[in-house]
Each structure stands twice: as C-alpha cells, then as structure tokens.
C-alpha cells in the first residue's frame, strides 16, 4: 500500500520540478547563451544587410528611384505660381544618404567587433566613403535651379573638417562649414531644422531614418514608430524622401533592442530571434 501512494507523489514532484525547471529557463532566457550559439559572430546577423547594400543591384535601383522622386517633387515646387517668401532649401543626412559608409560595417565584420567611435573616426579619416547612386546628380541639380541644400547628420562635430573634406573629394555642392551641420551636444535634429528654417523654406527632407524627418520619432520604440508613419503616409514620396539601409538605426536601437545599449552579444542574438515573426 505504501508503494503505490508513493508513486503518484513521486510523479506529482517530479512534474511540479519540471514546471519549476520550465520557469526559471524562461526567466533567463536573454541572459544565459543558446546550445550552439557560443562562438557566434558578433556581427554575423548583419551579413546579409551588408551583402546586400554593396553587391545588390535592387539597392541601386532602390536609391535611384530615391533621388528620382526627389527630383520629381524639387520640380514640382519650382513650378508653382507660389510666391516664396524665403530661400528654398532641402536638407538632407549624410551617412547612408549622401555617403556610402558600408566599408565601415565590413570592417566590423572583418574584425569581428561591434562599433567603436574610435574605429569610426579612423574610417571618417579616410575620406574614402562613395557617394550613395542619385546623391551627386540630384545635389548638382539643386543647385542649378538655385535651391540650397544643408547636410544634418550626427556625425561628432570633431568629424567636421574631414566629413567636408569627404563631400568635396565627391564634388557635391554646399559642402562648406555653414551647410554642414553636425552633431555637439543634442543628438535630435529638430534645433538644427528650426535654424535653417528661420532664414530658408525647407521643401524637402532626405534621410534614412525617420529622425531625419521629424521630431515625432525620435526615441521612440517600433510600434510608436509604425502608427507614426501610419499618420504622416502622405509625405512620403513628397515631402519626404527615405533611402534604404538595412545595416542600421534607430529601427534596430530604439525598436528591436529597446534603447537598451548594455546587452550582451547573447542577448542581442535572443533577442532579434524572439522578434521574427513567423506563422
């Protein structure tokens, strides 16, 4: 008798074990690494992204239609009756706007390294960064139809001389100190925008990444970011112009890894896996 109500207590604890065991590996399921992901890459994930922007010719397409458009719209501005009151401007980014910096991620890949302002600096140095398809045609044509165009990007100010020098080497136009605006101290763009638009009518913005455009996303995790977009859909393609760049931004830093820059390489991999939708 006492046999056979040990076994049904016996089988009860073990599955109450179980449950316990099920919970805690939930629990660190962002802090302990995977069954055969300890030698992982620390750049692996990004492969692809940087495969794809430096051989895929759908990039290439991709930025030409960019710049089309932009042209598209630029025209339809100057073509108004509309009595301007200010100077026209465009303002656009620079890193993956206006300079391809792919080399950069290449480099981590290589090195097997996450990104360093020290090796940043070190590629920015270099001045060796292409223009992005469309970028060069597109400004040289702004500024035939007298239409002026400023560069804000949060490169560090400490970048300055040689992001102007990088600009110049391309022959793009407007790359002197006063339409070259980089980042000091606030890395939104928003007090950058408002002093151009004292003295300038902005008609247009050039970016890859919406923070580029407007204030409204800037720190803002993925789902805000989505209904935001949702909101202002009649500007893109008009007023705003977005390139692509799959290797990084706020998408991945603000959205996937919640504005949260001190996780592990293991947990970032966690992560983005638990992140992919599937069916």
């Known amino acids: 008798m006492k046999i056979k109500t040990l076994i049904p207590f016996l089988a009860l604890s073990l599955l109450i074990g179980c449950k316990s065991k099920q919970s805690q590996i939930n629990q660190i399921e962002y802090t302990t ?13 990004s492969i692809l992204a940087v495969l794809w922007q430096q051989h895929a010719a759908e990039y290439r397409a991709l930025t030409y239609q960019a710049y089309n458009m932009a042209q598209f719209q630029l025209d339809l501005v100057l073509n108004t009756q509309v009595d301007h009151k200010k100077p026209l401007a ?3 980014d620079i890193d993956e706007t206006v300079l391809n910096n792919s080399p950069y991620n290449g480099k981590m890949i290589e090195l097997d390294e996450d990104y360093s302002i020290l090796r940043w600096f070190e590629w920015g140095k270099e001045k060796k960064a ?9 400004f040289q044509y702004a500024k035939r139809m007298g239409v002026e165009v400023f560069y804000i990007s949060n490169r560090s100010i400490n970048q300055k001389r040689e992001t102007i020098e990088n600009l110049q080497l391309l022959g ?3 790359s002197n100190e006063t339409h070259v605006l980089l980042k000091e101290d606030i890395g939104g763009k928003e007090p950058r925008r408002s002093i151009i638009r ?4 902005i008609v247009l913005f050039i970016g890859d990444n919406l923070s580029d455009f ?9 789902g805000v970011r989505n209904k935001r977009v949702d909101s202002l859909k009649t500007d893109f393609g008009i007023k705003f112009i977005v390139l692509p760049n799959p290797m ?4 991945e830093s603000k959205g996937i890894m919640e504005k949260n820059y001190n996780w592990t390489n293991f947990q970032k991999d966690s992560i983005r896996r638990s992140k992919v939708i599937s069916y």
Do not use: C, R
Request: net charge negative; glycine share 6%.
């Open 198 to 201: 004292e003295s300038h009518e």
């Open 130 to 138: 292409a223009a992005i398809p469309g970028a060069l045609d597109f």
């Open 33 to 45: 690494p995977k069954v055969g992901y300890l030698n992982v890459p620390i750049k692996e994930h």
């Open 90 to 92: 465009i303002i656009a």
């Open 248 to 251: 990084y931004g706020d998408w």
């Open 172 to 174: 793009l136009p407007f």
């Open 214 to 222: 407007s204030m409204v996303f800037d720190n803002q995790p993925t």
